[in-house]
């Protein structure tokens, strides 16, 4: 037996980029919004934020700061807790339960959780994440142009990494790691040779680290290599807990389990949406924050003509 504690129109679990624009939109059409955020958003590893025009280089904090201030000026709530479990009830409205002991009620729910990052278990890389250990030539590659660049290979698939990286430098390094030179395809082969990147089997032991700056890598024999920036390929763990507790389709993909969704973000579940990261892997922030706009109008709209049918005036 569920007991409610507060009723919304709509609940929007995760305050990052996604979930505040589908909460900006939602406060703005005067809906009773609810967003319920852990706190932890996926850049927070990063300075700065990249990319998105007109905020281009802002801290990602300030930039979520400033979005949490624009949905309370239009009554949005939040609060800072996470959603540990979600319920569909016999109308088809949701009963979302938080870690804080709260259950809180909606009409509609958006899952805007983002994904994880799990990076490679080499000693070193977890602490320099998001300073000189990358994994987004798009995010950082601008600011490390033309330095000895590393690519630390978790699967064949980092060739591709080691090919879009050489725009930003010419000198790269793919160090073959957990991977066997066999593995390369010709193709891989040929196009590494045309891109002039370097290629190094052996697996990495360690990240060198002289004055708080990354100065190179060392394999497990004892071989070091000269290098201010290393390219790593984490594991993407989609945060598709509730989505797939209240049932909706997931489809497979190379970087995980995503949910089925139409073009607004509505997810094979009536009433529930996901956007942002929770929806895709290769959602920037301005993507996310596109997706989460887009979610919200159409909640909005979703709202608005159930309500006018339910009242007969259609
Ligand atoms: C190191 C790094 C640097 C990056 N740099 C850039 C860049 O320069 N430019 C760029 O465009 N992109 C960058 N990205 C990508 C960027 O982080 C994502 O595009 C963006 O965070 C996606 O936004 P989101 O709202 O989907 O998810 P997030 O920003 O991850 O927000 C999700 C939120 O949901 C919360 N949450 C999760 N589960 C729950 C739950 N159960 N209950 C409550 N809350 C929950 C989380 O705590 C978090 O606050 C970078 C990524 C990394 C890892």
Known sequence: MVTVTEKYEVIVVGGGAAGLSAALVLGRARRHTLV?????????????MQGYLSRDGMAPAEFLAVGREEIARYGVELVRDRAVDAARDAGGEFDVTLAGGRTVHARQ???????????????????????????????????????????????????HQALMVSQWSKDVTLFLHTVAEEELSADDLRRLAAAGVAVVPGEVAALVVEDDRLTGVR??????????????????????????????????TPFGAYPVIDERGLTTVPGLWAAGNASGFAE???????????????????????????????
């Open 219 to 252: 394999l497990a024999d004892g071989t070091a290599y000269h290098r201010e920036v290393l390219f790593v390929a984490p594991r993407a763990v989609p945060q598709n807990g509730l989505l797939d507790r209240l049932g909706a389709e997931l489809r497979e």
């Open 284 to 314: 920037q922030v301005v993507n996310a924050a596109s997706r989460g706009y887009r979610a919200g109008a159409a909640i909005n709209g979703e709202l608005l003509f159930a309500d006018l049918d339910a009242a007969g005036q259609v």
């Open 109 to 159: 729910l958006v899952v805007a959780t983002g994904l994880k990052d799990e990076l490679p278990a080499v000693a070193g890389v977890a602490e320099r994440y998001g300073r000189d250990v990358l994994h987004c030539p798009y995010c950082h590659g601008w600011e490390v142009r033309d330095q000895a660049f590393g690519v630390l290979a978790g699967t064949p698939m980092s060739v």
């Open 36 to 48: 319920v955020d852990a706190g932890e958003p996926r850049n927070a590893p990063a300075a700065h």
